[in-house]
């Protein structure tokens, strides 16, 4: 896909003497060429497979590998690629007799264009590394022995889905089989044995497809784990209830257990698979119509950021006093000054000397003072983007890395660890073309992470980006209750570093904690009884107005702060979920270590958290606020389309045409029945002549049912059991409108629960 990593295997045998050499796939620009290398050691007979980690420019329809010793190539052989869309939903199976799943090819998810792809990988295909699996959506595992996996390749499957992943894993007669290698965190059930059943009537009604075909079918007997929840049973004997799917969260990611043999029966003479499998996929499958296809979500980020990484007090202007006293003690020398002397001196003729004398004394002058204003330190900027789940987990770290030089010259830099290096260049980074301006440039994978040629010029920055999970995730504990009116609690710092200026954004409001210390528990509390308007300009503005409205000087600090603000927690192009309670935190400290061989440095470095905080709700009476919603795109038609101007609220503005909407409650609330149900809607405070049109489908007679006189604020919906679906905490409703209605603006819509 545009824009994310691509691994190549390439698998070397040496029928000859020992040989310590390397392996470099070429990217070639417009302004150099870019070198993916790692080191191969071979010694005599051996038989290796190593992964070269690449990462084409958008054009590219090639690479060139080649075994290199001391600059002399061995061999080389030329693979051509090619890249595909990033809204283009992928979908990895492993396991035998997989053709019975070809059929997935041809299932249609909401918010995509076009069918997914399916293909057909070996355990073996899986990386050592998460972000080799990026190309997927969605991975099958039925039937395979897991046990074959490597460590490597068990964090690498784990970390792919607390990113986003979504891990299918099939049951039938070998559970145990494909549950034997995986990670703990991965497995969502116990397995306790085998049971038969004749019929499958919850399956039926799951996908809303007749089973033709007589048991029995042979179904794993597994009880979920703490995490995890069942999403579907079937009864069995009239009294006990056999889990038939059982989800577990994990990150923004999922695993999901078919307790039936996904390749056997009924999914393999079954019409309803198709149904089944567009059911089981749907939740988070959209691609966020505001994001190009083209271009990868973190490269609109990378092309923000970079500019984060300039400020450094080493580049700021000199101030304008300064500059004008310089330049009206020049005017005065050089003019009257110089005339007077010479004048009285009887030497006005001396004049053309001592002119471009004085203008060579304070162009020198000038020249010291600016030296003195750069400096001659090296220094490496370290800017650290954490992002947190509510379940804890680091979803998401980056490392981007700016090396200031007071000279032209070329560096090898080593980062701890094995992160994946990826070169930003120098300036602005174009994220359309991926293309980076970096010269010749040699990125080794290794430990540690090295890089070699890296050219800055002059008084300039050239940066990359380091990604790589960590091992010590920020640990920050809260306790929160909520209600429909207040929500309060506790967080605590686990860490043992300060927390700086904290903040809490909920219900398109924030408070602001400080500085938390290791250890120091403060109090959170919002009350939320009055709704109000989406506020367009929310974000790093909002947080930081009393400082920016302040007389004087703009404060750098802030101004770094909004920058990295504004290109990730509020960033529209960025994908992510912020319905619950957000934290936004910084430490004075970064969790890699870069040096620059043979180079003293100066180091700057910084770390922003940011996430979901964890809420856990009684369970015996659960009371939502709308802000704990989450609005997901399903179909638009017309002149629609959807905005959030960075407060990671969805919203919709809708001209002519309509907008189909699901609104997902969290899992933990799932099965819960409602008792009261309330859509809120609200506006970014465009005028509008009359709301748009709002339907509700019931999940009964599979209608829309128009919802009678909707109105800013509190609606109440009558009779919920027909519209939420409880098993899956959703709620789908259509926004529509006609051109002569004269409305105007965006339009949010969220839940409030009661059960």
Not at 389 to 397: A, H, I, N, R
Not at 661 to 684: A, F, G
């Amino acid at each position: 896909k545009y824009g994310h990593w691509l691994p190549v295997f390439v698998t070397l045998k040496n029928s000859c003497s020992d040989l310590n050499a390397e392996l470099r796939a070429q990217i070639t620009g417009q302004s150099g060429q870019l070198n993916f290398v790692v080191p191969a050691e071979l010694p005599t007979g051996s038989r290796k497979r190593f992964t070269l980690y690449t990462l084409p420019n958008n054009f590219s329809r090639s690479i060139k590998v080649d075994l290199v010793q001391d600059d002399a190539e061995l061999t080389s052989q030329t693979v051509d690629i090619a890249s595909v869309p990033n809204d283009r939903y992928f979908i990895g199976v492993i396991g035998d007799e997989t053709a019975n799943l070809s059929v997935l090819s041809s299932i249609k998810l909401p918010g995509r264009r076009d069918n997914p792809e399916l293909l057909n990988i070996t355990l073996a295909e899986i990386p050592d590394r998460a972000e080799g699996l990026s190309l997927f959506d969605a991975l099958i595992l039925n039937a395979v022995d897991t046990g074959q996996l490597s460590p490597n390749q068990q964090s690498a499957l784990q970390q792919w889905v607390v990113s986003g992943g979504r891990l299918v894993l099939g049951g039938g007669s070998s559970t145990a089989l494909t549950l034997s290698g995986l990670p703990h965190d991965l497995q969502p059930v116990t397995l306790l044995g085998q049971q038969e059943v004749s019929a499958l009537p919850a399956l039926e009604q799951y996908a809303d497809r007749a089973i033709p075909m007589a048991g029995p079918f042979l179904l794993a007997a597994v009880e979920p784990v703490e995490e995890a929840a069942t999403q579907l049973s079937e009864t069995i004997n009239n009294t006990g209830q056999l889990p038939l799917i059982v989800e577990r969260k994990l990150g923004r990611g999922s695993i999901d257990f078919i307790a039936l043999d996904i390749t056997g029966a009924p999914f393999s003479d079954w019409a309803g698979v198709t149904d089944f499998a567009e059911r089981l996929l749907s939740p988070g499958a959209a691609w966020p119509d505001n994001l190009p296809p083209d271009v990868a979500p973190h490269q609109m980020r990378d092309s923000q950021i970079t500019s984060a990484l300039s400020n450094l007090p080493t580049l700021d202007l000199p101030s304008i006093r300064f500059l004008g006293i310089l330049l009206i003690g020049y005017i005065i020398l050089v003019g009257p000054l110089n005339y007077l002397v010479l004048r009285r001196l009887d030497r006005l003729a001396w004049a053309w000397i001592t002119i471009p004398l004085l203008t060579l004394a304070f162009t020198g002058l000038a020249y010291s003072v600016s030296y003195q204003l750069r400096g001659s330190d090296i220094i490496v900027n370290q800017l650290s983007i954490m992002e947190l789940s509510q379940d804890g987990q680091v979803t998401d770290t980056q490392t981007y890395v700016g090396i200031f030089s007071p000279s032209r010259q070329a560096y090898n830099v080593e980062v701890e660890g094995r992160p994946l290096l990826r070169p930003l260049g120098e300036g602005y980074y174009d994220p359309w073309s991926g293309e980076v301006r970096v010269g010749n440039m040699s990125v080794v994978q290794s430990e540690p992470a090295q890089v070699s040629g890296l050219t800055v010029n002059q008084w300039s920055i050239q940066s990359f980006v380091a990604e790589t999970s960590l091992p010590n995730p920020p640990q920050l504990e809260a306790q929160i209750d909520i209600d429909r009116e207040r929500l309060t609690g506790r967080l605590v710092n686990q860490s043992p570093n300060t927390l700086e200026d904290v903040v809490i954004i909920f219900n398109m409001d924030f408070q602001k904690l400080g500085d938390i210390a290791p250890g120091q528990s403060v109090a959170i509390d919002f009350d939320f009884t009055t709704q109000r308007d989406v506020i367009s300009g929310f974000g790093s503005y909002m947080i930081y107005q009393d400082q920016l409205n302040q007389a004087g000087l703009e404060s750098s600090e802030i101004n770094f702060k909004q920058r990295v603000l504004d290109s990730t927690a509020f960033n529209q192009s960025y994908r992510q979920d912020t319905s619950g309670v957000t934290i936004l935190g910084w430490y004075g400290d970064s969790p890699l270590t870069v040096t620059l061989e043979g180079h003293d440095i100066t180091s700057q470095k910084t770390s922003l958290v940011y996430g979901q905080l964890p809420v856990v709700f009684d369970k015996t009476h659960i009371s939502l606020p709308p802000a704990f919603s989450r609005s997901e795109s399903v179909l638009t038609t017309g002149q629609t389309g959807s905005c959030d101007y960075g407060t990671g609220i969805q919203g919709y503005y809708i001209d002519r045409g309509s907008a189909e909407v699901k609104l997902t409650l969290p899992d933990s609330i799932r099965q819960v029945e409602p008792k009261q149900l309330d859509l809120y809607v609200q506006t970014d405070g465009g005028a509008w002549g009359e709301l748009p049109e709002i339907e509700l489908y019931d999940n009964n007679s599979s209608e829309w049912i128009t919802l009678e006189q909707p109105q800013f604020g509190q609606n109440p919906i009558s009779q919920p059991q027909r519209y939420y679906d409880a098993t899956a905490a959703v709620m789908r409703l259509r926004l529509s409108r006609d051109a002569d209605q004269g409305g105007s603006g965006c339009v949010f819509v969220s839940l409030a629960f009661e059960g």
